[in-house]
């Protein structure tokens, strides 16, 4: 199992960089990708062969960047199940509807697919310190993580994020800093501080290997639906990045010849209060224009403007997706009718892609017995703060 | 995969009862224990079958007691993963310490497992509405399955649990009521509501089949540590179905002769501020005495009177175990510990058992080259409440 990364190349120009030295942003300003030999891939990465490996992330690790397994950094988690919704699915109008539950990850988020694989293969590089801006969530992944790794974690965090987001940042001893505003003024901040002191930035995108950890998603529910892909995948989207990880998955399988070149239709969930993707995807532009006065209790997907922003919107088109936003109080009602039909506690973003999937259902836009995957990014015990207020 | 379940049997007098009949405690006042044909059990639960099956505690149905899988009733619980701990185990002195991981299980703590079990036996036996006592967690977990089950959950809880605990009782639904006073206290509202409206009794021991569900913990560190046991358990003990159910899947292995006759030594790990076991051990006393003025923030193992305590003693002095108590300060302090070398959000009382072998490891009862399990049986995620109050 020996990864096949031969470069990297950026998302926009093209332009090819060495992936054995630290990048980071393209000088273009785009970000940049790992690319495999898929060929060799090919050679050994086969269902046969997953078969026999462990039930994680690392079995896919032809397709991941780190050189040396032994050196990984993990807290062993452990492929998401996904989760038949058989009392809800049939109420909402659907045959076949499932939740891939990510929260039952370490630190409680999908976040840690991608702490798992960039801060393993940021130790791999040589990497001791770096810096990145957070919602919450992929904060304290990458700081847990770094924790492990014992590489020096500073985060920066909205001073409304939920508060659990901070006690679990210092728990794991990472340097915090509270800012007043959103995301957007946190990567700010992240990026000054990596000017002057030339440590590693791990903001979104900005480092090429967070999303290969995210891709693993895409891996996993493949084999989950039996070497197929679903027909819907809808996904809470703040910067996208699980997103644009599952679609490059796809397309990497496809491009080995595991699975047949058939795409899932791709539907980027937002909020109301903050709907930047939807708003591009009305006007079918190719980027968004960044939001204001965003405003929603899903927090992980207020990011009023996604430096990948042009790479989801491209899957979308690609793939005859679409985008939706939906209120807060209809993803609130959701969280309480999955949990009592289901006893699923989802986080709010992921009770988002259920509204989504509800009204796409009503209108038709997809079929009743079409597969139907919605993924569900986190646990809603760090969510369940938020709309009772009552901890 | 077909259940070799025989019978149930008391756990002090014998008694058998029929297994597919609706049983509670035996007419003695003990707990009844699922008993199985353990040859029949020993022809197709074997190494190389189990290698085919899903990384889930449903693997081992030979030794559960569901009759039909189809019927079952699973949040898609995995198995938990077991980490070992690299730098804070060199750190307390060990070689080789490891922490299973349950708070990567749906409901966020290992009462999914006695959850799944319970549940779907209690379905199975035509079981429509159930009442418990609970301290958190057990309540959360068996409520989350019975909305999945479309069963009525009625939960008992001390006013003082962790206000998470309410928010998730009720957020799936279930009828939960709050009594100011210890889980007795609740059980004793229970046993009322039991005898009044014939509903059936989901307390702790009180019908045969949550600790089948725990027991699953057993199994799965058996095949973790290479169908061989640990050197030594510790466990954080409340009611203590955990140790007992660990304890009694070891002893099924053994009799089917999947494992070596070794047993691990167990360690119950209570709070100062309620060690009733710790107490009666000390005192080589075969049952405990209530435990007065119960106060920890460890609230998951606040049991001033476990129903099964003569089991947890009869572990413990059959394996050279031992009983220890730690502090609310040593375990909060070491929560931030284990956080920030290790990455790992355990819960108060998973903390507890790391105190607790780190004391043991001084002390020299522990050696620095054995093989020490701590079994951390829920997420920090909820715990986090507690020690801050901050949120």
Chains 1, 2 share one sequence.
Not at 248 to 267: C, D, H, S, T, Y
Not at 348 to 367: D, K, M, N, P, Y
Request: glycine letters at 10%.
């Amino acid at each position: 199992m020996t990864s096949a990364l031969s470069h990297v190349a950026c998302s926009r120009c093209g332009a090819r960089y060495d992936a054995d030295e630290i990048v980071q942003l393209c000088a273009c300003g785009a970000p940049l990708l790992a690319r495999y030999d898929l060929e060799k891939a090919a050679r050994t990465l086969t269902r046969d062969a997953l078969g026999g490996r462990e039930p994680a992330l690392w079995r896919y690790g032809e397709l991941l960047p780190l050189r040396d397994h032994a050196g990984r950094v993990s807290l062993e988690e452990r492929m998401t199940p996904v989760v038949p919704l058989r009392r809800l699915g049939p109420e909402l109008g659907f045959d076949a509807l499932f939740v891939k539950d990510e929260g039952l990850l370490p630190t409680g988020s999908f976040k840690a697919r991608g702490a798992a694989i960039g801060v393993s293969r940021a130790k791999e590089l040589g990497v001791r310190a770096f810096a990145m801006p957070t919602n919450g969530n992929a904060g304290v992944a990458w700081a847990a993580y770094a924790a492990r790794a014992g590489i020096e974690a500073r985060i920066v965090m909205p001073k409304d994020a939920p508060a659990i987001h901070r006690w679990e940042c210092e728990t794991v001893g990472a340097r915090l800093s509270l800012v007043d505003g959103f995301i957007g003024d946190a990567g700010r901040i992240v990026a000054d501080e990596v000017a002057k002191e030339g440590i590693y930035d791990a903001s979104t995108l900005k480092e090429p290997y967070r999303i290969e950890g995210k891709k693993t998603m895409g891996f996993e529910l493949v084999e989950q639906f039996g070497w197929s892909v679903p027909d819907v995948i809808l996904y809470p989207t703040g910067g996208g990045v699980g997103l644009i990880g599952i679609d490059k998955a796809l397309r990497e399988l496809q491009e080995i010849g595991l699975i047949a070149e058939r795409m899932p239709r791709f539907v980027a969930v937002q909020a109301e209060g903050c709907a930047p993707i939807v708003e591009a995807w009305k006007e079918h532009r190719t980027v968004s224009t960044p939001w204001e006065k965003t405003h929603t209790v899903a927090f992980g997907i207020a990011v009023p403007k996604a430096i990948g922003d042009f790479l989801v919107l491209d899957a979308l088109y690609r793939t005859d997706g679409m985008a939706v936003a939906v209120s807060d109080a209809e993803l609130l009602e959701m969280q309480r009718s999955i949990a009592s039909r289901e006893g699923l506690f989802v986080c709010a973003e992921g009770a988002a892609t259920l509204v989504a999937a509800g009204r796409l259902r009503e209108s038709g836009w997809i079929e009743r017995g079409e597969r139907v995957l919605a993924i569900n990014t986190g646990s809603a015990l760090k969510a369940a703060a938020a709309p009772t207020g009552d901890r």
